[in-house]
């Protein structure tokens, strides 16, 4: 009977993100930018950077990461911000009345799309990068690099859920990107220069352990990517709360 319910709404869902430009195009862009910064970083100093006796080649590959993880957070923002935007939301609660159920179909639909960018993505960049490393190339055999492509896109996906749960618990796009943006881009830094471990489980610092071929923090690969996916569940159930429990 759930089951029956969730996939027309889910349906509903995905033709409301299809139909939104923004949402849409910040999708498309996960792929587009990372891509893009990939080919230009690999192309100019990949080489460079790999002679270097400190480089990581399987961390390196993916540096584009931190600017594929703001076009994720773009989707999932504007995904959910969409519902608060004249009376939007009022329409959609009347069309499914079980807010949890509206809820998670949306959450379910943003993670599905988030996910299945990011899986491409992350092979793509990868993959690209390697096109343009000459004798430093490594492949999929590499130790870690399937593990990196596919966590790596499960990541993309976490941190599109975290901006939308935290759109659900804030009704403001505009106010989601003012924190998370500048939290991934300068606050994790900044925590990491001051207090090494405890950025470690910062949920941008943990996530990106997958990418590494070794531990380089307090968590390892797969433990950080538990520690990403716990502060996205944390997020999700306090937009849930939000939702169930706020006015339209």
């Known amino acids: 009977m759930a089951g029956s319910a969730v996939l027309p709404v889910a349906h509903a869902e995905w033709i409301k993100i299809k139909s939104l430009r923004s949402s849409l195009i910040s999708l498309l862009v996960i792929f587009a930018v990372t891509l893009a910064i990939t080919v230009l970083a690999s192309a100019t100093i990949g080489q460079a950077e790999a002679a270097d006796p400190d480089a990581e080649p399987l961390f390196d590959a993916f540096y584009a990461f931190n ?81 990196a492509c596919v966590g790596g896109g499960i990541y993309l996906s976490l941190m599109a859920l ?34 090494d471990g405890a950025a470690g489980f910062l949920p941008d610092k943990a996530g990106q352990q997958v990418l590494h071929e070794a531990p380089t923090g307090s968590v390892g690969p797969l433990a950080g990517l538990a520690v990403c996916a716990a502060w996205t569940a944390v997020v999700l159930l306090a937009g849930w709360w939000a939702v169930r429990r706020r006015d339209a």
């Open 162 to 195: 975290l901006a939308g749960g935290l759109t659900a618990v804030l009704r403001s796009g505009v106010a989601v990107l003012s924190v998370l943006i500048p939290f991934t881009l300068i606050v994790s830094f900044v925590v990491g220069d001051v207090a």
């Open 67 to 147: 600017f594929g993880q703001i076009a994720a957070i773009s989707f999932g923002t504007t995904a959910v911000a969409s519902e608060y935007t004249s009376g939007a939301l009022r329409i959609s609660l009347a069309a499914v009345p079980r807010r949890g159920l509206f809820y998670g179909s949306k959450m379910m639909v943003i993670g599905g799309l988030a996910l299945l960018a990011g899986l491409v993505t992350s092979f793509a960049t990868f993959l690209t990068s390697q096109a343009f490393m000459g004798e430093y190339a490594i492949g999929l055999g590499h130790p870690g690099a399937v593990r």
